[in-house]
């Protein structure tokens, strides 16, 4: 059974990505959690793939690094099982469809049920394509979560009726990365989700300011924040989990009492 609802329980969410990996699986397992005592309510763990299409250079570059260091999907298993001993909070996985084919998707799935992983983001498979994977989702209790762009348009209500866990909903056209400011107009497409779905929505790319997180915050159930913390990593390297933890302090405390 899927915990992301928890996330979402206790006011608007935080939502921390990391690529597992960068640089080490040893560091990994330190910031998730320090993510979670810094007060993340959700984390997406990223499963590197060597064309993140998603991504912009920051998390391609930790990409990049992840599997240069030999890191691979059963060493990233081994290290969830060993977080889900002390870790509570919802975690997820984000990769790419080619991950879970080459695993094989049903195998894939049933592991992260049993490890405890509470859902799937896949940006490269479509709404429309959902079917490759939903049933098996669906199987082993994990959420598959959709994503909204400002370019699904008429499509926003359809991906919505159906989501399952959260709504990712996309700040930005492009890939992820931080910016100076978000200009999508993105109470028109909150609106639209909510008129079609209870299920939460959370934003996401191109947040990286306790500002921009409070902003987004306040349109949607949650801000969602992946370059912003990688960028510490690759700054910091081992050292990065107490600037990871105040960090992500600073953006939970934020949106807090919104």
């Known amino acids: 059974m899927s915990k992301i609802p928890e996330a979402f329980g206790d006011g608007k969410a935080f939502i921390a990505f990391i690529t597992c990996g960068d640089p080490d699986l040893e560091t990994t397992k330190a910031v998730v959690r320090a993510a979670q005592e810094g007060g993340a309510d959700l984390i997406e763990l990223g499963i590197p793939f060597s064309d993140p299409t998603a991504e912009g250079p920051v998390i391609q570059e930790a990409n990049i690094r992840a599997l240069a260091g030999g890191v ?96 990712y909903i996309v700040s930005s056209l492009g890939v992820t ?51 912003a913390i990688i960028k510490l990593l690759a700054e910091h390297g081992r050292e990065a989990v107490p600037y990871v933890r105040d960090y992500v302090k600073s953006m939970k405390d934020a949106i807090r009492g919104l």
Request: include cysteine.
């Open 72 to 167: 691979t999907t059963d060493r990233i298993f081994d290290m969830v099982r060993e977080l889900r001993q002390d870790v509570t909070i919802p975690m997820v996985f984000m990769t790419y469809a080619n991950v879970v084919y080459s695993y094989g998707a049903e195998k894939f799935i049933r592991t992260c049920q049993e490890l405890g992983i509470d859902g799937l983001i896949l940006p490269d498979v479509p709404y429309e394509e959902k079917a490759e994977f939903g049933p098996l989702c669906e199987k082993y209790g994990l959420n598959l979560i959709s994503l909204v762009a400002p370019t699904s348009r008429d499509r926003i209500a359809k991906i919505a009726r159906d989501a399952e866990g959260f709504l």
């Open 177 to 227: 990365g931080t910016r100076s400011e978000i200009t999508t107009d993105l109470p028109a497409i909150v609106k639209v989700v909510r008129e079609n779905t209870d299920t939460p929505c959370a934003i996401g790319f191109g947040i990286s300011t306790p500002q921009q997180a409070r902003d987004m915050a306040a349109v949607a159930d949650g801000a969602i924040v992946g370059s």
